[in-house]
T-cell receptor
Framework: EAQVTQNPRYLITVTGKKLTVTCSQN?????MSWYRQDPGLGLRQIYY???????DKGDVPEGYKVSRKEKRNFPLILESPSPNQTSLYFC??????????????FGPGTRLTVT | EDKVVQSPLSLVVHEGDTVTLNCSYE??????LLWYKQEKKAPTFLFML????IEKKSGRLSSILDKKELFSILNITATQTGDSAIYLC????????????FGQGTRLTINP
């Protein structure tokens, strides 16, 4: 089954304690992205990656890091989480340009609370 | 700064009504506009629009894009309680990169 998986699904942590949210897709997609969703603000793109070792900042990259060492994985790293990073996070993937269509597959979401 | 604005932010109607959701945008190098439906989990894809005036249709849902006036509408006819969700509009923009800008979403509630 084609899917994007994220782990953990729920996480409560304390300020300053480094954490990683994993994201993996089994569709051989080139493009992967991370979003955060906050009430009244919709989804905002944090980082995206166009292929292995190619990443770029989205609209709200501050406080986050990413890496893309393998095509299927795109982890989101919070080196020193702060309460304003409490949010619902989605990972997404899709095929690259020229392949037609644009169905972006979203993971199930990770609800992060930083106290 | 790229911007996507949806209206209304919230809408409550009765089952059987027809609704129109709006999405306007101001972005650099527009590529496409997408609509998503979000229930209690991840957004699911509805439509992608790239050309003005061509209606996309799926069952009771339809959408159209106006690239001159920079907006799109999503219509839902004969609404059902299962249509209750947040509807998200997103615009793919920018140069050679996968930049996707989302609107705030419209929370649609269908009462029986």
């Amino acid at each position: 089954e084609a899917q994007v998986t994220q782990n953990p699904r729920y996480l409560i942590t304390v300020t300053g304690k480094k954490l990683t949210v994993t994201c993996s897709q089994n569709m051989n997609h080139e493009y992967m992205s991370w979003y955060r969703q906050d009430p009244g603000l919709g989804l905002r793109q944090i980082y995206y990656s166009m292929n292995v070792e190619v990443t770029d900042k989205g609209d709200v990259p501050e406080g986050y890091k990413v890496s893309r060492k393998e095509k299927r994985n795109f982890p989101l790293i919070l080196e020193s989480p702060s309460p304003n990073q409490t949010s619902l996070y989605f990972c997404a993937s899709r095929t690259g340009p020229g392949t037609g269509g644009y169905e972006q597959y979203f993971g199930p979401g990770t609800r992060l609370t930083v106290t | 700064e790229d911007k996507v604005v949806q209206s209304p932010l919230s809408l409550v109607v009765h089952e059987g009504d027809t609704v129109t959701l709006n999405c306007s945008y101001e972005v650099t190098n527009f590529r496409s506009l997408l609509w998503y439906k979000q229930e209690k989990k991840a957004p699911t894809f509805l439509f992608m629009l790239t050309s003005s005036g061509i209606e996309k249709k799926s069952g009771r849902l339809s959408s159209i894009l106006d690239k001159k006036e920079l907006f799109s509408i999503l219509n839902i006819t004969a609404t059902q309680t299962g249509d209750s969700a947040i509807y998200l509009c997103a615009v793919e923009a920018g140069w050679g990169a996968q930049k996707l800008v989302f609107g705030q979403g419209t929370r649609l509630t269908i009462n029986p």
